[in-house]
């Protein structure tokens, strides 16, 4: 029997790494049409400026752009529309009491396809970081880079 070879769909979001420190992570299952996951599936997809917020106790995902499926039909997808995001209710009462706290946010980190070919966000809990706290970060990127080049 021969197997698909299955192209790993792994993306981080690099500037949200950068722009925030996170403080907990949770993974996140997320409610998608099929013309949606056959995008993601071909790496049509771009996550740099989507945050989650809350809706009447359910988390969703706003600025996630999934492009459209080439071969949709009339069937096919609205490419930034709000998309929800599956976690257990007992998580989303502690996101929600969380985010209560001043310059708290839920960012996505990470989209990935797990192995039974979900897809799955990887969302933070997050907070801002200040001009300086940037600064600090780069110093210490550039000083573990030279360290690397002198072993």
């Known amino acids: 029997m021969a197997e698909k070879a299955a192209k790993k769909i792994d993306v981080s979001n690099k500037k949200a790494s950068f722009e925030f420190f996170f403080l907990e992570r949770y993974t996140a299952g997320m409610v998608l ?3 949606e996951i056959k995008s993601i599936r ?3 997809f771009n996550m740099t400026d989507a945050y989650c917020f809350f809706i009447n106790g359910e988390l ?3 600025n996630l752009n999934i492009s459209k499926y080439e071969q949709g039909t009339h069937y096919n997808h609205e490419p930034l ?3 929800k995001l599956l976690l257990q209710r007992k998580e989303l009462k502690k996101l929600a009491n ?3 706290d001043k310059g708290l946010t839920v960012i996505p980190t990470r989209l990935f396809i797990n192995d039974k070919g979900l897809a799955k966000l990887d969302i933070a809990l ?3 970081k200040k001009l300086y706290d940037k600064r600090d970060s780069i110093k210490e990127r550039d000083v573990a880079r030279e360290r690397m080049r002198e072993s």
């Open 81 to 83: 529309r709000d998309r």
């Open 98 to 100: 969380k985010l209560t």
């Open 126 to 128: 997050a907070k801002g």
């Open 42 to 44: 071909l790496s049509k």
């Open 33 to 35: 049409t099929g013309t």
């Open 60 to 62: 969703y995902v706003k």
